[in-house]
């Protein structure tokens, strides 16, 4: 069996651009005992996909090739099966998107409950972009209640969600960042911040003063860059930094020196880079609390929906250049 799949064309410029992705055709192996064929229903753009298509060694994951298939996260139904622990029928998470039909393996996928949540929140608050804002949050951020929380990158996937677990969890006072109106709207109105700001139409450094007058506690980054500098000049004394990523390496404006980070010293800041797979230990709490937020209706989970593989490229542009709000994903197949 074959299935069309996302290919990466050419390595990107300073710029992702659609055209360095292509569609093309792979064979699909015959089931195996412990495999299942899903078709994917929903896959998951996210910026370390950019990251991914560059040559060098990365810390955590693979490099794809020119002229190789993309993968990444997606849910699908199970259209056959060879194990008993993926049912045909059942709706699947697995690491095999980026193509229509993928075989899985059942130690590599995970059974959905879309009783509880529809597919697209297993993406999002319930998949790794909502446990990356968990685990930012409270294993490496350290949160308690009451304190003044900073998320940059506010209006995309983890961002949006970072906020609302830190507004969930009693945080004192929870400021963001993004880029747009209508973003900034939406994460005041709809989800819950305190304030947010403009960076696009506003000056970021200049404002953040103003709206945390006496020091951020912790600040989850997203972005890096200017942000990350602006932020460390208003961190409390002992204030705790989660890099989460740092999107703006994607960008063509000049980085921040290295000499801002005297303000870790001077306020005695901790700065803690996290891999959220290395807290895997806390997913099931993770599952539990956000099945409740969303059953409340205290959660708000929002997508952003690209329709069609052949449209994958032009949604991770749009997706780089800041265009979605909430997750960011491609619908395969209904």
């Known amino acids: 069996m074959q299935t069309t799949a996302v290919i990466l064309a050419r390595r990107p410029g300073q710029t992702f651009v659609a055209e360095d992705l ?11 005992a412990g495999q299942a064929l899903v078709r994917n229903q929903y896959m998951s753009l996210d910026p370390s996909t950019r990251g991914r298509m560059d040559p060098g060694e990365k810390q955590y994951t693979t490099n794809f090739v020119v002229g190789g298939p993309l993968d990444g996260s997606a849910v699908g139904v199970v259209v056959e099966s060879s194990s008993p622990k993926l049912p045909i029928g059942a709706t699947v998470r697995h690491r095999m998107g980026w193509r229509e039909y993928a075989v899985v ?14 597919a697209t929140a297993w993406l999002s608050s319930l998949g790794q972009t909502g446990f990356t804002a968990y685990a930012g949050l409270l294993p490496v951020g350290l949160l308690q209640p009451g304190q003044i929380v900073l998320v940059s ?5 983890v961002g949006s ?26 994460l005041r109105d709809d989800c819950g911040f305190d304030d947010v700001i403009n960076y696009r139409d506003g000056d970021f450094a200049a404002e ?30 002992n204030g705790r930094v989660s890099m989460c990523g740092a999107i703006s390496n994607f960008g063509t404006q000049e980085q921040p020196s290295t000499a801002v980070l005297i303000e870790t010293i001077l ?12 807290y895997e230990d806390l997913r099931g709490e993770f599952e539990r609390r956000v099945i ?13 929906i690209v329709e069609g593989i052949a449209n994958a490229g032009a949604g991770l542009a749009g997706l780089l250049a800041g265009a979605n709000v909430g997750k960011a994903l491609v619908r395969l197949s209904e």
């Open 105 to 118: 393996d059942d130690s590599a996928a995970t059974i959905c409950d879309i009783s509880v949540a529809p």
């Open 292 to 304: 409740d937020w969303l059953a409340s209706g205290e959660l708000v989970d929002r997508s952003t």
């Open 267 to 278: 306020r005695r800041v901790t700065i803690q880079g996290f891999i959220v797979r290395d």
């Open 22 to 32: 292509g569609l093309g055709t792979i064979d699909l192996p015959d089931l195996s």
């Open 208 to 237: 953040l003063p103003q709206l945390a007058p006496d020091g951020i506690d912790l600040f989850f980054d997203n972005v890096g860059g200017w942000q990350l500098a602006a932020a460390l000049a208003n961190m409390r004394i």
């Open 161 to 186: 969600m970072a906020g609302q677990f830190a507004r969930l969890m009693g945080a004192g006072r929870v400021i963001g960042s993004a880029g747009g109106a209508e973003k900034c709207a939406w």
């Open 153 to 157: 990158g506010a209006g995309g996937a």
